[in-house]
């Protein structure tokens, strides 16, 4: 699906969070087979230098390509997202993903996934597809 | 079809650029969609598998073709390219590349190259970078 090309691109991408909960990771654990100590287990966690459960990394990018498609309506075919994971996410941690237009042409957002402090989890940018960028 | 590790654990000089790792299949089924809702809420409509599960699809596919990987490895960066939709009861077909090993500063960088074919439809392309441990 395209977005009108003539529609001005929106200043800042929709803002949506997630609460880290162990439920939640441990869901998403099965749902990438990812079983990692690291995010599922209290005891060797905590022998770690995190101290204690971290989220999977591409658990909070979702919730930047949730923020794109709550934005746009959709995936723009086409769309491409670069990012760095800065900095862990502790299990239990609420997270919130959003964006900020860099460039309207080429249509590019600053992308990012923050905890309710501040500190950021991952940076990158994501760029539109030529047919999706505001004239 | 999948590699293996020449040892116990898939270590750094496994790695060969260009390489194909292993190709797996994945069904967007009723299980995967239940998992999806209780983390993220439920997708707009019946019909719509929400982008990110693509993006867990792509993890799953690597997880399965190199494993079983030392602990401690660092997912660092993630670029991803959309291509295109799935519903759910699709089947996506996914095939994992090494694209490049870099020893830098005495750390081990491995790229991966996921590709997620839904039919004749590329939906997803991401380069997953690790720092690797061993």
Not at chain 2, 56 to 65: P, Q
Not at chain 2, 94 to 106: D, Y
């Amino acid at each position: 699906m395209q977005v009108d090309q003539m529609v001005t691109l929106p200043k800042e991408l929709e803002t949506v969070s997630l609460e880290t909960g162990a439920e939640a990771v441990r869901r998403y654990a099965e749902l990438t087979t990812d079983f990692n100590p690291i995010h599922v287990d209290p005891e060797f966690a905590a022998g770690t230098k995190f101290g204690a459960p971290i989220a999977h990394g591409t658990m909070s990018l979702n919730l930047i390509v949730q923020a794109i498609e709550q934005t746009f309506g959709t995936m723009p075919a086409g769309l491409t997202i670069e990012v760095r994971f800065v900095r862990p996410v502790k299990v239990g941690a609420t997270i919130r993903a959003g964006g900020t237009l860099q460039s309207a042409a080429p249509g590019t957002y600053g992308i990012f996934v923050e905890t309710q402090e501040g500190e950021r989890a991952i940076e990158g940018i994501c760029v539109l597809p030529p047919h999706e960028r505001a004239s | 079809m999948t590699s293996a590790p020449a040892g116990d654990v898939w270590v750094f000089d496994d790695f060969h650029p260009g390489a194909r790792l292993g190709d797996v299949s994945i069904p967007l089924d009723a299980d995967r969609m239940t998992h999806w809702a209780a983390i993220y809420g439920k997708a707009r409509t019946t019909n719509h598998v929400p982008a990110g599960m693509l993006v867990a699809a792509m993890m799953e596919a690597y997880l399965t073709v190199v494993r079983p990987r030392p602990p401690g490895n660092i997912h660092a960066n993630q670029k991803l390219a959309f291509g295109g939709t799935a519903k759910p009861g699709d089947r996506l077909e996914a095939e994992v590349r090494c694209l490049n090993k870099v020893l830098r500063n005495e750390r081990r960088w491995i790229t991966l190259d996921v590709r997620l074919r839904n039919g004749a439809q590329d939906v997803l392309r991401g380069e997953i970078t690790t720092i690797w441990a061993r």
